[in-house]
Structure formats: structure tokens, C-alpha cells
């Protein structure tokens, strides 16, 4: 016998010539038996190191958090590492000017928040979406919509409907054990019928309206603020506000976040739907930099720099809890409703009236038969006859409720309201509210604002006139210190702007429809550039336009004399204007 060498890493016997031997069987049995139990073992091994490198890489993951940046990014750091929304939430809620004070005040804050004051935020994609990832979106929690299924299980909750299903049952039993399965259900059913017909009907309709009434609500909520981006003013939908953005502000604007003042002048605001006080508050950059949202802009203007938005604010979380569900009668319905329960209480107290009356009657004998005979012997009426007897009494009040209440009412009204919001909705008049539908046929005189109604809201100035003499709108007409004055005027005395990203492209003006008009003049006609007079001089006072005093005054002063002469613009009403002027 020889040994031969395989590539299995065991040495096999083998033998050189003849047949094995048992001796030979028996030691190859032995040697498979040892290398099964090797490979076991190894494989064994194998596995468990395996699971232990898993366990340890699952581990690894559970506790380090790794950030990857693109190759090609700006920069290597962090934005917003070291602000607090916490804090941030906290120090405008709270009015503390201690906390603002500790965090470096207003201009730190911007600087934490990559907010340039003059410039505002990046107009980036990607940094704007960075933002609300971080900070959250200017949107609040609203309930859930109420199903189809809610607005059917409401119409079943009337008054009238839940009578009408009574007495559908009971009609529907008494009418089977008297007449039977075939021709007992009539009366029943057909009040089953008419009961859901009023159910499917009424339901369809308000589920149609209250997803009317949503779609109203989100654009009514959905209103255009002014804010700076990259150096430019821009108009963008109140849910697009991020934290850091700087909102402009004006008289009529709602604050939408919360915020701290950055600039401006007699900026007052009207705090009544958050503290219920009904006296404005002065916004400055000294005793009171907290802005809130949800209130109003009473008087002057400014700017401010947003550090809370959505659910971070105190008005997010009371419009949150705020169920606007749409629950409303109409005048019509309410009476109608009023008219049918009236019906139905009388119906009802006649249909017990009589129940009492006809068994009285019955169990005294007082009633007979067709032959003359009484219906109802005491100890010798059967009692299956006496109750078929008891039955039709019992269906003869019924019979009374069911004809006295109006059961076709609710349904006719439910159509009637559904088909003229339909025909509005055809004239692209879309009803925010059911009753107004009722109401504008009452209505013989409609007083509405043109303005942004009937009218496009733009301004032209259409005549220049310095003093008695009308003036044509080509500038070399008027006199270089007029045009210079003019120049000063327009470009200190106007809250609106004008950005022009190059010489070719037309300017892009922002502001009031008036002042907007001012600047349009001012620019294309006159050819004047606004930037020099801001560059130059430096407002000491500002009086903010309002609608009691129907104008706007600046006073003014050039920045190189510190002492030197100061000058004073108004603009306003004609009648104000001019009653300022010793002569004109």
C-alpha cells in the first residue's frame, strides 16, 4: 500500500494493486471521519468571525454620524452651527431684551444667521431649502379633513331624520306583522328611501362645499410679502419666509414671523390679536426690537429680521388649534329648521295625544267591530287579537308623525342651495360662504373698493406743475437746482426701490402704487439716479405717511457738513401740501 498526496489537504490511502482489505475500509471510514469533522470546525470558526465583524460595524453605526460634503462646496464649515431656534423662539415670545443683550444683540444675531442687512439672504435653492430643514417652514399644523363618511354621520344626527328613521322602523315592523313581507313594506320603505336620498344628497353637498371652503381659505392665507434677497426686493407667498430672510415692512402689512427690527422709522404695530390690548406699540431698535406675528402694521415703516417661523411662533400654535370647520346655517335653513321642529314637536305631541285616546278607548271597550260587537272584553279577548288591535293604533299614531313632519323639506332646501352655488360657480363667482347665496338676493345696493377691484391698482404720473406752471416731463425743461431738489425728494422721501441688474434691462420698481408711479417718473423720464442722494445724505428725522395726516416728511442734511444746513421734503395730498406753502 502507498500514500498519495490530493488536493483536499488530507493524505487518502490508496492501494497499489488488488482489492482493499477491511483493515484498509476501516482507516478510510476513520480518515473521512476526521476531515468532516475539520471542515465542520472550520466553517464553525468562519461563521462566528463573520457575526462578530457585523455585530461590531452595526455597533460603529449606531453611535457615529458622519457628514459628507460635495467636493465642489464653498466651503468646509457648518452654517447655523451655533444657533439656537430654542433660543432664538424664546427671546422674541419673551420681549427680553437681558437674552437679546447676552447673544450680542441684533447685529450678532444677523451674523449668525448669514443675514446681511442691507443685501438679506442668498437667493440660493440650496441654501433656502438648508434653511427650512434647519429652522422649519412658515406653515402651520391644521387638522385633518373631515371624509365623506364624517359629513353623512352629521346629516344623520338631525333631529328631523333620526324621527323619520323611527318611524320608518316601526312602520316597517308593525306594516310586515300585519300584512306581511310583500305588501306591509311599502310605507316603511319608501320613508327609508326618502331618508337616505335627504342624507346622500345633503352630504355630497357639504363635503363639496367644505373642500370649496379649503381651497378658499389656503389662498386667502396665502398673501405676497416683501422681502430682500441677494440686494434685491421681491415679492414672495408668505410660506416661502425662512429664517434669516428680511421682511419690509408697511403700514396695512401682518407681520408674518417673528422677528427682531432692524431699520426704520415711527414703525408702530397693533398687538391686539396676540395680548388683546388694544394700544399700538412703537417697534425701535433700543427699548422694543421685537416684532411678533399675526399683528399688523399700524404706522411707519422698516425692516425686520426673521428669526421664528411656523410652529415656532405663537401665532402658529393658536392658528393650529383652530378648527375652521364649515357649520353654518344659512338664514333660510335656520328658519326652515326652526319651522320643521315646530311641525314635528306638534306632530308628535298629537300622535301621543291620540295613542292615548284610542288605547283608552280600546281597553274600556268603548270600540267596536265591523259587526257591532266590542273590540276588547276583559278575560276574553284572545291576546294575539288584542295585540293586532294594539298594533294599529300604534300605526295609526305613527301615521300621524309621519305625515306631520315635512321629511321633503331638508332635501328641497339642500338642492336648491347646491344648485345655486353651482350656477355662481359657472359665472366664476366662487362662494366662500353658503349664505351669501340667499343674501344677494336680498341685497339692493353693493358698496365695494375700487381699487385692486375694479381698477389694476397702477399709477401714472400723468402732469408735472412747479408752481402755477405745468411742466413738460423732459428734463432739461427744468432747472438744474430744481432737478436737484426734485432728485433729493425722490430718492429720501419714497419707501420703494429700484434694482436694474444691468444698463439694458428695464428697472425693476418696488413700493406703493404711488410711489412706485414717483419713482417710474423719476427714473424713465427725468433720467435721475436715485443712489447718489442716499450715498450723500443722511435723514435725521423721518414722518411716516398715514391716513389722518395724509403725508410724509424727511429731514435731511449731506453727510460731509455735520453742522451744516439742513433741509426739509414733504409729500402728501395736494390740500395738506399746499396749506403747508407760505406761496406757490
Not at 389662498?219 to 414672495?236: H, L, N, Y
Not at 392658528?319 to 335656520?334: C, F, G, H, K, V
Not at 344677494?440 to 373698493?449: F, H, K, L, R, V
Not at 432739461?476 to 433729493?488: D, M, T, W, Y
Amino acid at each position: 500500500m502507498s500514500l498519495r498526496h490530493r488536493n483536499t489537504g488530507y493524505l487518502e490511502p490508496a492501494m497499489s494493486d488488488g482489492e482493499d482489505t477491511p483493515i484498509v475500509k476501516c482507516q478510510h471510514r476513520r480518515w473521512r471521519s476526521v476531515f468532516a469533522a475539520i471542515y465542520s470546525a472550520r466553517i464553525f470558526v468562519s461563521l462566528y468571525k463573520k457575526i462578530i465583524n457585523k455585530k461590531q460595524i452595526l455597533r460603529s453605526l449606531s453611535y457615529i454620524a458622519l457628514d459628507v460634503h460635495d467636493s465642489d462646496s464653498c466651503d468646509d464649515r457648518l452654517p447655523f452651527l451655533g444657533v439656537d431656534q430654542k433660543t432664538l423662539t424664546e427671546v422674541v415670545r419673551e420681549k427680553s431684551l437681558e437674552t437679546l443683550s447676552k447673544l450680542g444683540g441684533v447685529k450678532q444675531i444677523a451674523a449668525s444667521l448669514e443675514t446681511d442687512k442691507k443685501d438679506g439672504i442668498s437667493a440660493n435653492e440650496a441654501d433656502l431649502a438648508h434653511r427650512v430643514d434647519v429652522f422649519g417652514a412658515n406653515r402651520y399644523q391644521k387638522p385633518p379633513k373631515k371624509s365623506f363618511f364624517s359629513f353623512v354621520y352629521e346629516a344623520f344626527k338631525d333631529t328631523t331624520i333620526i324621527i323619520l328613521l323611527v318611524c320608518a322602523v316601526l312602520s316597517l315592523g308593525f306594516g310586515i306583522k300585519q300584512h306581511g313581507i310583500t305588501d306591509g313594506g311599502y310605507d316603511g320603505g319608501s320613508i327609508v328611501i326618502a331618508v337616505f336620498l335627504v342624507v346622500a344628497v345633503s352630504a355630497v353637498s357639504n363635503f363639496k362645499q367644505n373642500r370649496q371652503f379649503e381651497k378658499l381659505s389656503k389662498e386667502s392665507s396665502d398673501i405676497k410679502v416683501e422681502v430682500v434677497r441677494d440686494g434685491r426686493r421681491q415679492f414672495i407667498s408668505v410660506f416661502e419666509v425662512v429664517v434669516g430672510d428680511v421682511v419690509c415692512l408697511k403700514i396695512g402689512d401682518q407681520i408674518p414671523a417673528d422677528g427682531l427690527f432692524l431699520d426704520g422709522h415711527s414703525l408702530k404695530v397693533d398687538e391686539s390679536s396676540m395680548t388683546g390690548e388694544s394700544d399700538h406699540v412703537e417697534i425701535n431698535g433700543s427699548n422694543n426690537p421685537f416684532v411678533l406675528s399675526g399683528t399688523k402694521v399700524t404706522n411707519g415703516f422698516g425692516s425686520m429680521l426673521v428669526t421664528s417661523v411656523g410652529m415656532n411662533t405663537a401665532w402658529g400654535e393658536m392658528m393650529s388649534s383652530i378648527n375652521r370647520e364649515l357649520d353654518e346655517e344659512t338664514p333660510l335653513q335656520a328658519r326652515l329648521n326652526k319651522l320643521t321642529s315646530a311641525i314635528g314637536k306638534i306632530g308628535l305631541a298629537v300622535a301621543v295625544l291620540v295613542l292615548a285616546v284610542l288605547l283608552i278607548r280600546y281597553f274600556t271597550g268603548n270600540t267596536k267591530d265591523d259587526q257591532g260587537n266590542k273590540e276588547y272584553i276583559r278575560g276574553k279577548t284572545k291576546f294575539d287579537s288584542m295585540m293586532n288591535s294594539v298594533v294599529e293604533i300604534i300605526s295609526a299614531a305613527i301615521t300621524i308623525v309621519v305625515v306631520a313632519i315635512p321629511e321633503g323639506l331638508p332635501l328641497a332646501v339642500t338642492l336648491t342651495l347646491a344648485y345655486s352655488m353651482k350656477q355662481m360657480m359657472a359665472e366664476h363667482a366662487m362662494v366662500r360662504k353658503l349664505s351669501a347665496c340667499e343674501t344677494m338676493g336680498s341685497a339692493t345696493t353693493i358698496c365695494t373698493d375700487k381699487t385692486g377691484t375694479l381698477t389694476l391698482n397702477e399709477m401714472k404720473v400723468m402732469e408735472f406743475w412747479l408752481g402755477k406752471e405745468l411742466m413738460g416731463s423732459i428734463s432739461s425743461e427744468i432747472a438744474p437746482n430744481v432737478h436737484k431738489l426734485l432728485q433729493q425728494a425722490v430718492a429720501l422721501n419714497t419707501t420703494g426701490t429700484v434694482y436694474k441688474p444691468n444698463s439694458r434691462s428695464l428697472p425693476e420698481i418696488s413700493g406703493s402704487p404711488t410711489e412706485k408711479a414717483i419713482l417710474s417718473w423719476a427714473v424713465s423720464d427725468l433720467g435721475m439716479n436715485l443712489d447718489d442722494p442716499k450715498q450723500n445724505y443722511e435723514l435725521i428725522q423721518v414722518e411716516a405717511f398715514n391716513s389722518e395726516k395724509k403725508r410724509s416728511g424727511v429731514l435731511i442734511r449731506r453727510k460731509s457738513e455735520s453742522g451744516g444746513a439742513t433741509q426739509v421734503h414733504w409729500k402728501g395730498a395736494a390740500e395738506m401740501i399746499l396749506a403747508m406753502c407760505s406761496q406757490y
